[in-house]
């Protein structure tokens, strides 16, 4: 009789996965924190789309790319969160197809937020490194092109991971009660090339150079020296912001990154929730890092908490 307590479908004795092994106290902690982080998440990024989107002041090329990622954070919180919540702290009560549109979903929303910080850190490349010709080469309509693109290449790219899933939803569901995925060795590496290696290099390799850059320009700033060739001061504070932003996201995704390298297993344990856990947290910084380092941002909320924003003509508001 104990046993099947322990089942997800006592009826199906033989067939049914068991309950997850955490004790009801672990359970209920996972479920608050990461419901709490599930609603602040959803709660500051839906801040950062009003604001962006409200203010014409912020329809700059920057702020498309951080609205971009602020819609995938959104996303994550909205969505994949409460399904990742369901998956580590109960049974899968809700069938194939939505367990499979889950991943669909979740691949494609960290697909789409890995685009967007390459795409920023080509904007603060350009910035910073070529100052000159930044406003001619970096406009709305092209970086709207890029979102659009980063956007759509993510939903393809999902399908072709997932192919072999599409077109049997749970095929490598092992029992009832389980919503798992499995990805081949060719999909495995091409996705870890195109979802890690290759972005994080990119990254890594655009904010060496900038801050080299960066430092130089400040130099040279000291020095009056070359006052029109220079990049703007407001470019290099925003360079550092902005790699202060990628600088969390490394931290919170090379972890997860690095147990599949290792070939671990992403059974649920508590150090693998761990590592998932700090991958989706990052969604829920991003906006708190916009508050600490963007003036522009505090102003905005304050409009929006005392719903000044409803006034006529209150997105024509100085806010930079």
Known sequence: MEDNEELCFPQLSNLSCRKPSFSSSEMMTVRVVMSSIALLTVALNLLVIITISHF????????????????????????????????????????????LMGYYITFTVTSASIGDM???????????????????????????????????????????????NLRQPGIYNSCYGE?????????????????????????????????????????????????GVTAKKSELKAATTLGVLVVVFLLCFCPYYCLL????????SPSVSFVIFLLYFNSCLNPVIYTLFYPWFRKALRLIVTLQILQPSSCNAKIL
């Open 56 to 99: 014409r002041q912020l329809h700059t090329p920057t702020n498309i790319l951080l609205l971009s990622l602020a819609v995938s954070d959104f996303l994550m919180g909205l969505i994949i969160m409460p399904i990742e919540i369901s998956k580590i702290s109960s049974c899968w009560f809700f069938g194939d197809f939505i367990c």
């Open 179 to 227: 919503c798992v995925i499995v990805l081949n060795f060719v999909e495995g590496t091409v996705d870890l090339v195109v979802t890690f290696i290759a972005p994080i290099t990119t990254i890594v390799f655009l904010y060496t150079r900038v801050f080299a850059a960066a430092v130089t320009q400040a130099r040279a700033m000291r020095s009056r020296v070359a006052a």
């Open 118 to 164: 390459v795409l920023i850190s080509v904007d603060r490349f350009v910035a910073i490194c070529d100052p000159l010709r930044y406003s001619s080469r970096i406009i709305e309509r092209r970086v709207n092109v890029c979102v659009c693109l980063c956007w759509l290449c993510s939903v393809l790219y999902t399908g072709f991971c997932l192919k072999n």
């Open 261 to 268: 390298i290792s070939g671990h297993s992403l059974i649920y």
